[in-house]
């Protein structure tokens, strides 16, 4: 009888303790820590395959510590591990993304300075076009268009002072595309002229 109760009573110790364990406060505030500074640096714009592993080890994370919960016998190694995990993941996206941000940063930097360049020489151009019957309304529509895509290069270069880099890329391009088509018709109509 004396050794039943002694197994009873240890069996009920053993239980008490493995209950009480409790999930790694401060393994899992770092990994949340690295997952906040990911998402702050714009890992999700800039380093969307590194935001994704993030996501994916935190699922994997927050999938372990809810089975946890509902064990009698409580362990969280593995929810260590995992925490280990998101830290690490969510310190490489943090670092992708500022890499990432300094690449579309000099690209734009880059962009800028030949794009105000063609609409330059494209203006010239302009200026020299042949002005005939009926090319007068053309010829105001090129000024316009060129016109926007001067605004949108001023635009790409508050964005790109802002940090609005992915923004500031996508004006840039904008206006890239306007210049060219405009280029591209007045060419048109020299050549044609010239026949």
């Known amino acids: 009888m004396r050794s039943f109760k002694f197994v009873v009573i240890t069996l009920g110790l053993a239980v008490t303790l493995a209950g009480c364990g409790a999930p790694p406060k401060a393994d899992l505030e770092a990994a949340k820590a690295a997952l906040d500074s990911a998402v702050a640096a714009g890992a999700g714009e800039y380093a969307a395959a590194s935001q994704q592993a993030v996501n994916d080890a935190q699922a994997a994370l927050d999938a372990e ?5 509902g ?9 260590k591990e995992l925490a280990a995990a998101v830290k690490t993941a969510g310190e490489k996206a943090a670092a992708d ?3 990432a941000k300094e690449t579309v940063k000099n690209e734009v930097t880059t ?3 030949e794009v105000k360049t063609l609409l330059t020489d494209t203006e010239a151009l302009l200026a020299k076009a042949p002005k005939g019957k009926g090319s007068a309304a053309d010829l105001e529509a090129m000024k316009t268009d060129l016109a926007t895509a ?4 001023t635009e790409g270069e508050t964005a790109l002072a802002d940090g609005k880099f992915l923004d500031a890329k996508a004006k840039v391009e904008s ?4 210049i060219e ?3 591209s018709a007045i060419e048109t109509a020299m050549a044609a002229k010239k026949r």
């Open 65 to 69: 510590l809810k089975a946890q919960e």
């Open 111 to 113: 962009a800028i300075g």
């Open 97 to 99: 993304a500022a890499a």
């Open 175 to 178: 206006a890239k595309t306007t």
């Open 150 to 153: 001067a605004t949108a290069i």
């Open 71 to 79: 064990n009698w016998f409580k362990s969280y190694t593995k929810a």
């Open 181 to 183: 088509t405009v280029k």
